[in-house]
């Protein structure tokens, strides 16, 4: 059955709304044997401020602010558009309260607050006449105020729906009225939305019309919620073809399998057995550059280790692994020591092997504005294991543009970790973008970039942080400051325990997806720093520490796709240094440390819903990332780097991005089911499956 979503205003372009089509496998069993799955490559844009509503046999109408109504044909299953004109009318309506319709009747909420019902002489095709029942049902009957007052109202066949905080309401509809109102569920929480395909059925969704929702659904006998989750992270007003009756879903029918299969499309290979590099980078590397890119040369560099700032709020000076000068393109790079001085020797066995740094570059404009710049990496020593090297070696190391540095970064920060446990900020931070993406229930981020600049406590920021004076500092030349710059003093002043995204697996029609993170931490996870009153990424740090237990889940499905979060322990530290004499500067600092499971809590939690990554968007992949995977067979990948997650998690308001270093104990797993009748596809996000793929994806 065709479900339609009407996108968010705007959502389409300035004046246009975007609406897909999206195909309900299960109307009878509510989506609990097939999915609700979004059609290929069927959308079509509706003017902004009109009303629009479904008559079933695939007829979407569309009632304009001037006394239009427009007829549209889906024709999509024919290979046509999704919106086809057939017809529009001249109707007596204007901007009506509500308005929905069964088919061969329109109902329309007039602002006199009374029903009148319109006939539609052709309700399979859209092109009859459009003719007023003259029979009005006045706005002082019993009905009148629960419906003209609902959240949403819908009919199928004779019956009228309508929800409201939470309950909805039937109506019967006979030539002279309405019958008096049933009550057929209630305790719907969070519901704003709801629809029915066809009698016997009927779906909510919950938040607002710009706001993702879960899709819930409820079948009669009486209505009872069968399914919890049909579909998550939809957006936009959702309505259905409904019909005047339903059928059962073939669950051995594989939704789009009318398309023909691709013989092209190889058998998932078996794992190669990839060497790991028995020599890792041993050697601390990067690029600053000015804010506008340009090379920041010239500039010296101090490195310091970064794991042994202790937790419990004392400030220690930072251990100094070496100094060097950039380079006339802004790169530099120090040798990881041979001999590591004992608390950092002592930090890196904890770490898995891993030594974390963070490399500072200090200056000045010709105008006297301080520039800073950090970048947090890291090294593996050369006596470390081949998958710890391995691990390192796939970090990412993005030039690190200085900044305005201010000698205070704000009121936001307390003071002392005695104070940041009694200060309850949390409020503050769930204020802030990073929180708001953290909480959304699907992933729509995926590896699109973060923004460059964050706020703890709000959206994120507009005004320009190069901007000085309404100077743009940006481009001006960096001068190193006499006397270079100090070693740093580092305090832990906040700490929490933030789940972060590790991975995901997928499984569409009759597979079953397995994600696995055992027995120690793989994971590379973002720093943010701020020097002045922005937070951006500053690099990362990799996490190799072990865990001691298992984590992930198994054989989940079908039509199934989540992410996987492990518990860490999240810092923030307070770092104070001084360049050329001058006086102290401040930088603060967000940065992911060990696993730590909570008292009572979780070792680990579902994320965020991705199915909407699966099932037609095959149909959109890369032929040469696809692949198959036999019948009652599977397929995993265990080796090379996961896809970077860049809300893997937010840490005291500011989202950081992440990733996982698969290997024989971090795995993304998809099992086949027996049914033959249609090939069970996998495809890589970034390369074919035997290839670098990050995460595949399921049809």
Same mark, same amino acid.
């Given at each position: ?70 007829? =549209? ?424 325990? =933030? ?197 595949? =994806?399921?049809?």
């Amino acid at each position: 059955m065709a479900t339609y979503v009407v996108g968010p205003v705007g959502s389409g372009g300035m004046l246009k709304r975007s609406i897909r089509k999206y195909v309900d496998w299960d109307p009878q069993g509510g989506g609990t044997a097939a999915p609700l799955t979004e059609s290929p490559n069927a959308v079509g844009e509706i003017p902004m401020f009109s009303k629009v509503f479904t008559a079933g046999n695939g007829l979407i109408y569309e009632t304009t602010n001037d006394g239009k109504l427009n007829v =549209y044909k889906d024709q999509t299953d024919s290979g046509g558009p999704l919106l086809k004109l057939v017809k529009t009318h001249a109707v007596p309506w204007k901007r009506p309260k509500q308005i929905w319709s069964n088919g061969p009747l329109i109902h329309v909420l007039n602002n006199q607050g009374g029903i009148d019902r319109y006939s539609q002489s052709d309700p399979v095709n859209g092109t009859g006449t459009i003719t007023k029942i003259h029979i009005t049902i006045p706005p002082t009957a019993e009905t009148i105020n629960e419906i003209s007052s609902a959240d949403d109202v819908w009919s199928v066949g004779n019956s009228i729906y309508a929800l409201k905080n939470g309950t909805v309401r039937q109506w019967r509809s006979y030539s002279a009225g309405l019958m008096a109102v049933k009550v057929v569920a209630t305790g719907l929480t969070g519901a704003l939305q709801g629809w029915s395909p066809g009698p016997g059925t009927f779906y909510t969704m919950s938040n607002d019309e710009e706001s993702e929702g879960v899709v819930k659904s409820y079948t009669e006998s009486p209505f009872i919620q069968v399914n919890d989750e049909v579909r998550t992270g939809i957006s936009g007003h959702v309505m259905a073809d409904v019909a005047s009756c339903l059928a059962p879903a073939d669950p051995s029918a594989k939704p789009f399998s009318s398309i023909p299969e691709d013989p092209d499309v190889p058998a998932a290979p078996a794992e190669s057995a990839e060497p790991l590099p028995s020599t890792g980078p041993s050697v601390f590397s990067g690029k600053f550059t000015l804010g506008n890119g340009a090379p920041a040369s010239g500039l010296p560099v101090l490195l310091e280790a970064t794991d042994v700032v202790p937790e419990n709020g004392s400030a220690i000076t930072l251990p100094t692994l070496g100094q060097t000068v950039t380079a006339a393109d802004g790169t530099w790079s120090i040798p990881l020591p041979s001999a590591l001085p004992g608390n950092v020797e002592q930090a890196a066995a904890e770490n898995g092997g891993v030594v974390n740094a963070v490399a500072t570059v200090a200056g000045q404009t010709s105008s006297g504005i301080q520039m800073t710049g950090v970048s947090h990496l890291s090294a593996a020593p050369v006596a470390a294991a081949p998958e710890v090297k391995a691990q390192v070696a796939d970090a990412e190391v993005v030039p690190a543009a200085l900044q305005p540095t201010s000698s205070s970064s704000g009121s936001d920060e307390p003071t002392s970790l005695a104070d940041s446990t009694a200060n309850p900020r949390d409020a503050q931070y769930a204020q802030s973008w990073g929180s708001k993406l953290d909480a959304s229930l699907a992933d729509r981020n995926g590896d699109s970039p973060l923004p460059k600049w964050q706020s703890a406590t709000g959206d994120i920021p507009t005004e320009d942080p190069y901007v000085i004076n309404g100077v743009n500092t940006a481009s001006m030349p960096i001068e190193a400051k006499d006397g270079g710059c100090d070693r740093t003093k580092s305090e832990v002043i906040d700490k929490k325990i =933030y789940y972060t995204t590790v991975g995901e697996a997928h499984a569409f029609w009759d597979a079953k997806a397995s994600f696995d993170y055992d027995n120690k931490v793989s994971s590379t996870v973002e720093t943010a720093a701020k020097v002045g009153s922005k937070w951006t990424v500053t690099g990362s740090v990799t996490l190799g520490s072990a865990i001691g237990s298992s984590t992930g889940y198994t054989n989940k499905g079908s039509y199934y796709a989540k992410q996987w979060k492990i518990p860490l322990l999240y810092t923030k530290i307070k770092e104070t240094w001084r360049c050329g004499g001058g006086g102290p500067m401040l930088r603060y600092v967000i940065k992911p440390g060990k696993y730590t499971v909570p008292a009572g809590g979780a070792t680990g939690k579902y994320g965020k819903d991705v199915r909407h990554l699966d099932g037609s968007k095959f149909f959109d992949s890369p032929k040469k990332h696809r692949a198959y995977v036999p019948a009652g067979s599977y397929f995993q990948i265990s080796r090379n780097k996961s896809v970077k997650w860049s809300g893997a998690v937010s840490a005291f308001g500011v989202s950081l991005g992440g990733s996982t270093s698969y290997d024989k104990d971090h795995r993304q797993r998809i099992t086949a089911g027996n049914a033959k009748n249609a090939k069970h596809y996998i495809w890589g996000a970034k390369d074919n499956v035997s290839g670098k793929p990050g995460v595949f =994806y399921s049809y």
